[in-house]
């Protein structure tokens, strides 16, 4: 049986109570373009103690928390109405390079496949065009809606823009591509 928890390029594990994570998760919460990117709460250096408790929060308070990391190099409780949402954080030397798509693919796949989810939804800020082109444009979820004004950031108001994909429309993007 193939690795459910693996993709091409990336490793999905579960956040451990180590070290390790606990700065890896911390470095997500610090990087400030990854925070403003996908959180709309008050951009502020966030505390070790902060980072722990969100860390705690994604352990136990999501259908899925992994961290996503690299593979290695080849040469060496479903809600009751099957919906959910992704979050994603990249933490900023690695944006650009396909892993959101990646990941997202992943977690779809994983979501409709494995845990028997109906709608998968995702969102983000108005100002971040480059996440608005990679849900909508190149993985196909559909634009529902804009919570207006919601987040003040960098000296502007900005809106939440909400997407989601249904079980079927990826079915539909599955065959397309096969």
């Given at each position: 049986?193939?690795?459910?928890?693996?993709?091409?390029?990336?490793?999905?594990?579960?956040?451990?109570?180590?070290?390790?994570?606990?700065?890896?998760?911390?470095?997500?919460?610090?990087?400030?373009?990854?925070?403003?990117?996908?959180?709309?709460?008050?951009?502020?250096?966030?505390?070790?103690?902060?980072?722990?408790?969100?860390?705690?929060?994604?352990?136990?308070?999501?259908?899925?928390?992994?961290?996503?990391?690299?593979?290695?190099?080849?040469?060496?409780?479903?809600?009751?109405?099957?919906?959910?949402?992704?979050?994603?954080?990249?933490?900023?030397p690695y944006q650009r390079k396909g892993y959101g798509s990646e990941a997202?693919?992943?977690?779809?796949?994983?979501?409709?496949?494995?845990?028997?989810?109906?709608?998968?939804?995702?969102?983000?800020?108005?100002?971040?065009?480059?996440?608005?082109?990679?849900?909508?444009?190149?993985?196909?979820?559909?634009?529902?809606?804009?919570?207006?004004?919601?987040?003040?950031?960098?000296?502007?108001?900005?809106?939440?823009?909400?997407?989601?994909?249904?079980?079927?429309?990826?079915?539909?993007?599955?065959?397309?591509?096969?």
């Amino acid at each position: 049986m193939e690795n459910v928890f693996r993709s091409e390029r990336l490793i999905y594990r579960a956040i451990e109570d180590t070290p390790e994570d606990e700065d890896f998760m911390h470095t997500i919460q610090a990087d400030p373009v990854a925070f403003s990117n996908s959180d709309n709460g008050l951009l502020a250096p966030m505390t070790r103690k902060e980072s722990g408790a969100w860390k705690k929060s994604v352990q136990t308070n999501k259908l899925l928390g992994v961290i996503i990391c690299l593979a290695p190099p080849p040469s060496n409780p479903a809600l009751p109405h099957r919906n959910s949402y992704i979050s994603v954080d990249i933490i900023t030397p690695y944006q650009r390079k396909g892993y959101g798509s990646e990941a997202i693919k992943w977690v779809l796949d994983w979501g409709f496949r494995i845990a028997g989810l109906h709608r998968i939804g995702i969102e983000c800020f108005s100002y971040n065009a480059g996440a608005r082109e990679l849900y909508e444009g190149k993985l196909g979820f559909v634009f529902e809606g804009r919570k207006r004004e919601v987040l003040w950031y960098n000296g502007g108001w900005h809106d939440l823009l909400s997407f989601s994909m249904l079980e079927s429309e990826w079915k539909k993007i599955l065959a397309e591509e096969s």
